[in-house]
């Protein structure tokens, strides 16, 4: 037997319109066709495959055979395969972008992105999306150096030249050790946190390496993320501050305790979405910032209200605010 021919993409799309139809006359409906062509189209279709793809005779509809139901999948696969790429294409003529490449605060709820994201996949499912999680000032440094298109950001919260933000509220940050650390026995004097090894997230970059970002303690160890110190801090190997959305499982469970310190009350931490100035965000960048803005009008001490937890189901989506007032840096 000689090789397969080459079907064309539209005799596949009759053949999944017969499928989809059930009938040879369903199909001509669906396509706008007479019912003539569509029984022509899936006959050359079965010669330049060299199989039958429908059983005709024995039934008033047509059923698939065997070979027609293996050669099924695969025709959707190069239909979804085409309409993607349309989709894509269409896109990259309105000025949608090829690939959208986000950094975010480690210390930014993850109800807050998992919102987000969830978001922009509905609105944008053929736009790729590239996401690094940085602390402090490694998010701006990404920016700053057109790795990522965007950014939600905490320190620092100055302006930059070259970087034009847009303020997207906060988060609380608590004071929190083991039940079993030193610290957790109640109130305790003044001071008291300087005598036990506190637990600092580090900076990445260069624009607030060696700065000290609620740091009290004369006793410090360094880690480079967040999860790390979580660990640490849940088996008692010091102390330190932590997103409240993250550690309220902890408290509840009791795997944690909030640390009653008179002069260490924690505080909240000032999220910005930021971009460049030369590199102005298209639609697909710009509906991410709007989500963000959006969570920012609809928040409680830090936590998404449309959220009983960060594992909750889907969130309820709320349409992105269209107009916002940027602030921008390095005027």
């Given at each position: 037997?000689s090789?397969?021919g080459t079907?064309?993409f539209?005799?596949?799309?009759v053949?999944?319109?017969?499928v989809?139809a059930g009938?040879f006359?369903?199909?001509?409906?669906?396509?706008n066709?007479?019912?003539?062509?569509?029984?022509?189209?899936?006959?050359?279709l079965e010669?330049q495959?060299?199989v039958?793809?429908?059983?005709?005779a024995?039934?008033r509809?047509?059923q698939l055979?065997s070979?027609?139901?293996?050669?099924?999948?695969e025709?959707r696969?190069v239909?979804?395969g085409f309409n993607?790429?349309?989709a894509?294409a269409?896109?990259?003529?309105?000025?949608?972008?090829?690939?959208v490449?986000l950094a975010?605060?480690v210390?930014?709820?993850?109800a807050?992105v998992?919102?987000?994201?969830?978001?922009?996949?509905?609105e944008f499912p053929t736009?790729?999306?590239?996401l690094r999680?940085?602390a402090?000032?490694a998010?701006t440094?990404?920016?700053?150096?057109r790795?990522?298109?965007i950014g939600?950001?905490g320190?620092?919260?100055?302006?930059i030249?070259?970087?034009e933000?847009i303020?997207?509220?906060?988060?609380h940050l608590v004071p929190?050790?083991a039940?079993?650390?030193?610290l957790?026995?109640g109130a305790?004097?003044?001071?008291?946190?300087r005598?036990h090894?506190?637990?600092?997230?580090?900076?990445?970059?260069?624009?607030?390496?060696?700065?000290?970002?609620g740091?009290?303690g004369?006793h410090t160890?360094?880690?480079?993320d967040l999860?790390?110190?979580?660990?640490?801090?849940?088996e008692?190997?010091?102390?330190g501050?932590?997103?409240e959305?993250m550690v309220?499982d902890d408290l509840?469970s009791?795997r944690?305790?909030?640390l009653?310190?008179?002069?260490?009350?924690?505080g909240?931490?000032?999220?910005f979405?930021?971009?460049?100035t030369?590199?102005?965000p298209g639609?697909?960048?710009?509906?991410?910032i709007?989500?963000?803005?959006r969570?920012?009008?609809g928040m409680n001490?830090?936590?998404l209200?449309?959220f009983?937890?960060t594992?909750?189901?889907?969130?309820i989506?709320?349409?992105?605010?269209?107009?916002?007032d940027?602030?921008?840096?390095?005027n």
């Amino acid at each position: 037997m000689s090789d397969p021919g080459t079907p064309t993409f539209d005799q596949l799309r009759v053949f999944l319109a017969v499928v989809d139809a059930g009938s040879f006359a369903g199909a001509a409906r669906q396509t706008n066709r007479a019912t003539s062509v569509i029984s022509y189209t899936i006959t050359n279709l079965e010669a330049q495959l060299g199989v039958t793809l429908f059983a005709r005779a024995s039934t008033r509809r047509p059923q698939l055979t065997s070979e027609g139901r293996v050669l099924l999948a695969e025709a959707r696969n190069v239909a979804l395969g085409f309409n993607r790429l349309r989709a894509k294409a269409k896109g990259l003529h309105q000025g949608i972008e090829s690939e959208v490449h986000l950094a975010f605060d480690v210390m930014l709820p993850a109800a807050r992105v998992v919102d987000a994201l969830r978001n922009f996949q509905d609105e944008f499912p053929t736009v790729p999306l590239r996401l690094r999680a940085e602390a402090l000032g490694a998010v701006t440094q990404l920016v700053l150096d057109r790795t990522s298109m965007i950014g939600v950001r905490g320190p620092p919260d100055v302006e930059i030249d070259g970087l034009e933000r847009i303020g997207v509220g906060s988060v609380h940050l608590v004071p929190v050790a083991a039940p079993s650390h030193p610290l957790a026995c109640g109130a305790v004097e003044v001071g008291a946190g300087r005598q036990h090894v506190q637990l600092v997230l580090t900076d990445r970059s260069a624009l607030t390496a060696g700065s000290d970002l609620g740091v009290m303690g004369t006793h410090t160890w360094r880690v480079a993320d967040l999860a790390t110190k979580h660990m640490l801090l849940r088996e008692g190997i010091g102390w330190g501050t932590m997103p409240e959305p993250m550690v309220l499982d902890d408290l509840a469970s009791g795997r944690l305790v909030l640390l009653d310190m008179p002069d260490f009350k924690g505080g909240h931490y000032r999220f910005f979405a930021i971009h460049r100035t030369d590199m102005p965000p298209g639609p697909a960048a710009s509906f991410l910032i709007d989500q963000f803005d959006r969570q920012s009008h609809g928040m409680n001490g830090g936590t998404l209200q449309t959220f009983a937890s960060t594992d909750a189901t889907r969130p309820i989506v709320i349409k992105p605010q269209h107009s916002r007032d940027a602030v921008r840096e390095g005027n």
